[in-house]
C-alpha cells in the first residue's frame, strides 16, 4: 500500500477533513457503531456516512454490518502506511540537515 500513490493520497484527502480526523481518533480507542461516531459531531447521520464512505475508501477503516448495527474499525496497516511514508521523508531531511551541521562545523574549524 506504502507504494501506491493513489492510494496514499486517498489516506491523505480523508485525513485532511477535521470531522474525518475526529472519527479515526475515536476509532483508534476501538470499535464504535455509527451513531456512536456520530454522537459528538454537529452533523446529520447521512453526512457521517459519507465521511465514512471516505475512510472506508481510503482503506483507513473497515465496516460491518450486523443486524441494523454498522460498526467501523480503524485499519492499523494504512495507518502504518502512512506513517512509513511519513518517517520516510523524515528521516531523509534529518540526514540532510546533520550534513549540514557536519559541513558547517567543518568550515567554521577552517576560518
Known amino acids: 500500500m506504502l507504494h501506491d500513490p493513489a492510494q496514499l493520497d486517498l489516506m ?3 485525513l485532511a477533513d477535521p470531522a474525518r480526523r475526529q472519527m479515526v481518533e475515536r476509532l483508534s480507542r476501538g470499535p464504535a457503531s ?3 461516531l456520530a454522537e459528538p459531531l454537529a452533523m ?3 453526512a457521517v456516512v459519507q465521511h ?3 475512510l472506508e475508501a ?4 473497515s465496516t460491518e454490518k450486523l443486524g441494523r ?5 480503524i485499519e492499523p496497516k494504512a495507518l502504518s502506511a502512512a506513517e512509513r511514508w511519513i518517517n520516510e521523508r523524515r528521516l531523509a531531511w534529518e540526514r540532510r540537515l546533520d550534513r549540514l551541521g557536519d559541513f ?3 568550515t567554521k574549524d577552517e576560518t
Open 52 to 54: 465514512l464512505n471516505v
Open 58 to 61: 481510503s482503506g483507513l477503516v
Open 44 to 46: 446529520s447521520l447521512s
Open 104 to 106: 558547517l562545523t567543518e
Open 34 to 36: 455509527v451513531s456512536q
Open 12 to 14: 491523505f484527502q480523508a
Open 69 to 73: 448495527v454498522r460498526t467501523c474499525r
